[in-house]
């Protein structure tokens, strides 16, 4: 544990001033120091952690292993010098029942799974590689080609991968090649598969979805330096494996070491949704722009029952933000395009898989894994939302947070890659942008004369003042100058006109409507509590089903039979509601609003909902 996540808030800037002044007189060594061993409070937390979940669960350690028809000793993949381009050897020491002390408990359970490695049938005529690089390739039977997903990250460990393959399945060649998505350990090892001669031939397909080249520039190339360096941080790269060292990134092991190549795509999917039989195999691909990646898709295969969810759902919290850098993802979107795969292909599913860790088998079962990833997605958008709304800091958001309890004791939920804390600071980036409203944080020291200007800056309402007074921006003097009112004289007590009005709304569709419901719910009261209504609009003939589950309220086009209530009206009316110019009683009193099923239902969720202040405080606390 960090010695700031257990200091009073009030003290943790004294203490990163200490910490700075540490790292200052403690930088470069003569010589490399090795880590320390846990303190006494690292054992403490971790003791105490490993107690809050359900450890004897082991049906992901079943699934992983489900199918399983070879591996190669220690998945050993030759670099071009004599470093390997990938070896799981190092990571022996997960062999231990037992977590190190020097491990989070809940990671090394992570670690475990992603150690296994080999070929793997996820069904006829589909089989995964796992454990050979961070990524798994996915590789589907035509009639008379291979069609590979994924060629993981790099040319040498595409083609060890393969050649595992080719050593139990029959040598056919491979003639597609499918990306599912702009990220490079999807894309990177498609020379190790293929031939760029045989694609420029045409003998080879390469399939991608929509705007693929456009988003796999924009990340991998025009900001590549500064996120192929982030990167080492993120995925411990510079790390050797071990105890004391890097362990697992949560998504997979590690990042192979070789070559990364691309070819462009031959075809794209540029349709929503859009069915293409490949060499005998019937593909349904969905597309998800914006939710993992800007650029992505989902695959159903109807003849084997299996559905592709990409890195879409995953066996962890994912990133709203990743920390090596990216565009900032849509939690809202990301949850609708899950709830759209359920509809379609729930029910016709027997297997789910995706293009990082193990399958998901039996449709009791992936169906609750896609509506506990809707829902992880969707709280985190929609509660950061409502408490940014009420004015809380980035910071504040992620210190305020906290999941809900049908959720924080999934396994899939739990924050192995993304974290609850980052993002939920995502969704205040997305919205809001780095900057929090105060004054004070308009133009920031860099860190160093930070520490030494801390208390300098104790000047209040004087400082503020003289910063606008010499500000060249109009924009900034204003900021300065009404933090340094409102420091003065408090928040003033004047009515806000807000932008929901009735000309407004009226340009709000239903869809968004309802994705406005869910930013103000209150999760705390909708703790434990489960509802659906469906809501039909007489004027312009559409349906949504709302349901609330997980304290997380999500929508989806279409109608229920066994919904809790089902109320009937017009969207002018549902305007006049929510601007407080009717009520929902008084509306179904005047014929306006009919209601069907029970009652109770509509007025509990109304209950939930939250109101916002609109002259929050900025620049003095909460």
Known sequence: ???????????????????????????????????????????????????????ADRRDFEDAMRGFIGTVPDALVPGAGER????????????????????NPSLWRQAQLNAIHGLFRVTDRVYQVRGFDIANMTIVEGDSTLIVIDPLLSAETARAALALYYQHRPRKPVGTVVYTHGHADHFGGVKGVVDEADVAAGKVQVIAPSGFMETAVAENILAGNAMSRRSQYQFGSLLPPGVRGQVDTGLGKALARGTVTLIAPTATIDKPTEERTIDGVQFVFQLVPGSEAPSEMLKYLPQFRVLNMAEDVTHTMHNLYTIRGAEVRDGSLWSKYIDQARVAFGDRTDVLIAQHHWPTTGRERIVGLLKKQRDMYKFINDQSLRLLNHGYTAADIAETLRMPASLEQEWSARGYYGTLRHNAKAVYQKYLGWYDANPANLNPLPPVAQARKTVEYMGGADALEQLGYQSEAGTWRSAYLVGAMELRNGVPKIPSGGTANADTLKAVSNDLFFDYLGVRLDAAKAEGKRLVINWNFMDSKQQFVLTLENSALTHIAGRQPDADATVTLSRATLDAVTLKQTSFPAAVLAGQVRIEGDRAKLAELMAMLDSFEPMFPVVEPR
Do not use: I
């Open 84 to 103: 390997p381009a990938w070896s799981m050897k190092p990571y022996g020491f997960l062999q231990a029942d037992a977590p190190a002390d020097s491990v």
């Open 1 to 55: 544990m960090h010695l700031l996540h257990v200091l009073p808030r009030a003290h943790r800037a004294v203490a990163a001033c200490a910490a700075l002044a540490c790292a200052m007189a403690f930088a470069q060594p003569a010589t490399p120091l090795a880590p320390k061993p846990p303190e006494p409070a690292t054992l403490a937390a971790n003791a105490e952690f490993a107690k809050t979940l359900p450890f």
